[in-house]
Structures are given as C-alpha cells and as structure tokens.
C-alpha cells in the first residue's frame, strides 16, 4: 500500500532577520567589520568609505570581482551562505576567507533606515536592491516570508558620483544612519586603523575615508601616549614596528614574551588611563582578540579580571587564528567568541599565567624606575615603601630642569641616586616622627614629671635654638606646642616611661640610645650605610613594639625604677 503521509518543509520567517542581525550588533566598528570583511573576501584592492553628514548617508564602495544576479540571489542574499563550502582561499588572490556563516550581511541592516546593495562585475551592468527597514518590519508584522518580500528597485541616482569610473565590485549605500553620523572623521579613521588591522599589513588591500587612505599615521597620538610595549611571539606589525621606532630609554621600556602558544600581538600601556579614549567619543581602546586579521572580541581582559589599576593603562591585539577551524566558535552577533569554548578558555588560561602576569609586574617596575606611580596592590614594595616612594617622586619632580639645561642629564642622574635612599629615609623618618610624637602624648596624659637629666636636655636643646633664631635674625615661634618635651628626643623620652637595667632587661630606653645615633644621622638627611639601614630596622621593630606596649598599658610606668 502507498504511503500518503504529507511531506513537511522548513518555513522562514522574515522576524528571522531580526534575530541573526538587526537586533544584535551594538559596535558601529562590527558593521563596518563586515562591510571590509566582504569587501576582502571579494578580492578588492580599495575600499572607499564616504561620509556625507549633511544627507546623513554612509556608502562603502570596493572594487572586487563583484557580483552577478545569480551571485547576488544565491549567495548574497542566501541567509546562512559560506563561502567556504567553495574553498578557504578567494580565487584571484588567494586571500584567506573572513567570512564564515553568511549571516554577518545580516550586520548592514542594523544601522540605517534604508540599505542599497548593487554590484557589478567587469563588464556587465550593476544589479542589486534597496532594503526599507519600514517596509522590512511591515512585512515581519505581517509573518511573510522571504519569497513574499521581494527587494525594492535601486535608483541610480542616489549614487551620483560613487558610480563614476566604477568598473566592477560592490556599493552599499546606507541612507538615514539610525543615530546620525556620531562620529567624527577622526574616529572613524582610528578604528579603522586599529581594527582592521589587514589594511595595514597587506599593500594590496586599501581603506580611504572620504579618498584619505588609512595608514598608521591615525593612530600617531595614541602611539606618542604609549609608555610601554610587551610583544608576544615577534608580532609582524607596522605599528608595534612604529612604537619600536620611537621609543627611548628616558621615558619607554620594550619586552618580548616567547610563549608556547600559537598566538601573536602586543599589549602596551599609555601613561594615563584617559589616554585610551578614542578622540571625544567615551569608547576606549583595548585588548583585543584578533582572528585571522579580523576583530572578533573587544576587551577580552573582562574574561580575566585581575582588578588591579595596570588594566586601565592597557591596550593591544592578541591575535589567536587557531580559533578559526572546523568548529564555529563565533557567538551569532559576531561580538564575541562562546565563552565556554574549550579553545577559548585555554587561549585565556595562558594569556593570564603567561602573558598578563608578566605585565603587571613589569608595568609596576617600570613605572617605578620612571618614577611614576606603580601598582600599589604590587606586594614588590611594601604600602609604606611604596609611599615613601612616591612622595620622593613628587618632590623630586619639583627639582627637575629644563630639557635644554646642559646639565640636565647630570642633574636627573643624581636626583636618580637618592631615589633607594629617599625611599628608606622617608619610611624611617615617618616612623621617628609618628613614635616620638605619641610617647609625648603618653607622658602628657600621665602627667609624668621629667627627670633633672630631661630638663637638662631641655635647657640645652632651647639655648641651641635662641642662638640659632638670633643668627637667622628671626623671632617667630618654631615649635607648635612649647612643651619641654617637644625638644627631647626617644632616649630622653624613652628613660621617663620605660627605663631598667639595659643589661639584665629589654626595655624602650636601651633601644632608643641604639636608635639615637642613627636617628640624629638621618634627621640630618644623611645617607646610610647598609649596616646602618640593617641595624635601624631591627631596632625600630623593637621600639615600636614597646611604645604599642607601653600605650596599651602593658608596661606600668614608674615600677621599672623602683
């Protein structure tokens, strides 16, 4: 008996258009992604980008090997169409194809009322269609499909010169940009430069914006802001060639990272977070995620947050083509790479333990040798350290000489020396001062009479200070409280709260009268030897350990002389 089950096909429905692509891109950058991409793919040598704000129109214009009607129905407008299924590589220059399920076009749609696509091949007459996103959403309210919604015609006019002395590729005219044209020549030019990075490498494929060819230059003033410069794997690029180029020792440092991973690129860092914005947009330069010469993922460091200030200086291009094989690890907006991609999180995996820890930890030496400010979560230096650190950046800063001074090399190279010292100095002098100063407040609170040795030293002490004023001819107070004790120093103070037997017992007094000749050397800003430096921190370990004692009423004042 005859089978007389129905056959049941696939319907599409035009809402479909919404979900693979009106409704999912957000970067302008990834429309114009897919525009070039095709524009590559085609086998073009030029690309031409126009801008006409004033009729808030868009047109991109290649000279590929165009497209015929067929062509254009079965391949261009087929949803879901890969080139690949003919080969990896374009036919007349063997090109490595971009595109890779067909619905990347799908991009064009999303950023302006009306699209027009017409091609040409060499010799033939242009065909192509005009896209309404009016008539489009009519059509999707009314559940249409594909083959109830036809193209509307394309009028020659609304090309007017784009079509002169064009002999064959493919135009796209977007008419009535969905947020006007926002950005500025410069910023199209810059991302340009930094996301299509193939332009630049490949001396036969060229990008103008409005007949200016996008080179390098584009990105001069993000390349002059750039302090540092880590290379991964010997990236061939004109740019990372350019920093190299420009870099000098004074005020730039450059290293390679040799990594097992089949990946190349480059991370810098700019000396100032805002650096990274892009001319007056608030886009901002990243680390990109770069496949086959196309951007694939902006900012993939959000996948490996380190939380530490160094990201906000960084920028680059990790470009990682193995992600690019039999397997589609590509999200459908085209924005991104399937987080959970096994390939995926190996390439983060070793772009963190390999690549980004080496970076922090160079960014914070070199920022610190430049003395500029580090990374103050960097455990290299400890939180005083640091800060001492940086109070001697900012003050020396304050001594610095013009670059035209004869003697500014000399000059920077002695301020340079201090720098070690200066770091010790500072930390010990804070501790002197912040110890001294709450012993004083101890013995205020406690009421504790001096001794005749204190007063002795307070006599002494104010007598230097009446003949030092009247030689500097000055009759102002110095001294904020005029207290005796603001002229004793840690042995005096040490002997009226914690003094015994130095031979028999540990005690504030016998640590303070080690730590007074070396006090008194560093009060007069000399500079320490490293047995001195040595013999200083252990001892002011002990004495803060007994003035914390003493304020916590663990040592009992006035028992110890008894």
Known sequence: ?????????????????????????????????????????????????????????????????????????????????????????????????????????????????????????????????????????????????????????WNVSSFGQYIENHKQG????????????????????????????FSLLDKEFNIYVNNELITISSLDDLAMKTEFLWTINELDDPYVANLKKIFISERNEHRLLNVSENIKGFIA??????????????????????????LREKDILKHIPTARVVE???????????????????TSSRE??????????????????????????????????????????????????????????AVSEEYSITEDTVTKKKVDSWVADLGDDARFNFT????????????????MEKNIPLSPEANGEYAKRQKIEDENKNMGNISIDIRKNKSKLSYLSMNHLANMVDKRDKNKEACLARDAYEYKPIRDALAHTALLTDDAKNKLTSVYTNIKERV??????KIKVGEENK
């Open 428 to 443: 010990s002098y804070a501790e002197c001062f912040i110890s001294e100063n709450l012993v004083r407040r101890f013995i």
């Open 336 to 393: 991104s790479i399937v987080a959970d991609d096994p390939k995926f999180k190996q390439l983060l995996i070793a772009l963190k333990d390999k690549i980004i820890n080496n970076v922090l930890n160079d960014w914070d030496t070199w920022r610190r040798k430049h003395r500029k400010e580090g990374d103050s979560e960097n455990l290299s230096l400890s939180k005083k350290e640091r800060k001492a650190e940086e109070l001697y950046n």
């Open 312 to 330: 906000s200086y960084l920028y680059g291009q990790i470009h990682c083509n193995g992600l690019d094989d039999e397997i589609d690890r590509f």
């Open 170 to 197: 493919t135009i796209i005219l977007f008419e009535n940009m969905k947020e006007g044209i926002k950005h500025s020549l410069s910023f199209l030019k810059k991302i340009i430069a930094l996301y299509f990075r």
């Open 1 to 153: 008996m005859e089978d007389q089950r129905s056959k049941f096909i696939f319907e599409i429905s035009l809402s479909v258009l919404n979900h693979l692509g009106r409704n999912l891109y957000r970067s302008f950058a990834t429309v114009l992604g897919e525009a070039v991409s095709n524009a590559w793919d085609a086998d073009a040598i030029n690309v031409h980008i126009y801008i006409d704000r004033d009729k808030n129109r868009l047109c991109i214009k290649d000279d590929g090997i165009g497209m015929s009607e067929t062509d254009f129905q079965n391949k261009f407008l087929k949803i879901g169409y890969s080139k690949r299924k003919e080969g990896q590589i374009s036919a007349v220059r063997e090109r490595p194809f971009i595109g890779r399920k067909g619905i990347g076009k799908l991009a064009l749609l999303s950023c302006a009322d009306k699209i027009t696509v017409i091609s040409r091949k060499e010799g033939d007459q242009y065909i192509g269609g005009t896209i309404d996103n009016s008539g489009l959403d009519q059509a999707i309210t009314e559940d249409l499909t594909p083959k109830e919604y036809p193209l509307e015609d």
């Open 548 to 553: 914390r004692n003493l304020l916590a009423g």
């Open 269 to 294: 860092s700019v000396e100032k977070p805002r650096d990274l914005k892009i001319t007056t947009t608030e886009e901002r330069v990243g680390v990109d995620l770069f496949v086959n010469g196309r």
